[in-house]
């Protein structure tokens, strides 16, 4: 440790605030919205016979097929 005591002899105390960090902004509920259209999605595809796991990523063949089949409700952009 006598090879480290240059640089201790010479470093600050670390100061950690207590106070609680602000929260992420919030994106106007966009994640939201996504989470409901992809269970739209979801309950579409099992609907009309797509082998859909309820969890997980849905396969872009299947989220097309969906606003092919329903133009009025779009994929929300993030």
């Known amino acids: 440790m006598t090879a480290l005591k240059p640089f201790t002899e010479k470093s600050r105390e670390r100061v950690v ?17 996504r989470a409901n259209w992809l269970a739209e999605v979801r309950e579409w595809a099992l609907s ?3 082998k859909v796991s309820d969890r997980g990523r849905i396969a ?19």
Not at 17 to 33: D, E, F, L, Q, V
Not at 61 to 76: F, M, S
């Open 17 to 33: 605030s207590s106070a609680a960090r602000p929260a992420a902004a919030s994106s106007s509920g966009t994640s939201s919205a």
């Open 48 to 50: 009309v016979g797509h």
């Open 60 to 78: 872009q063949e299947i989220r097309d097929a969906y606003v092919k089949a329903n133009p009025e409700k779009p994929e929300p952009t993030a």
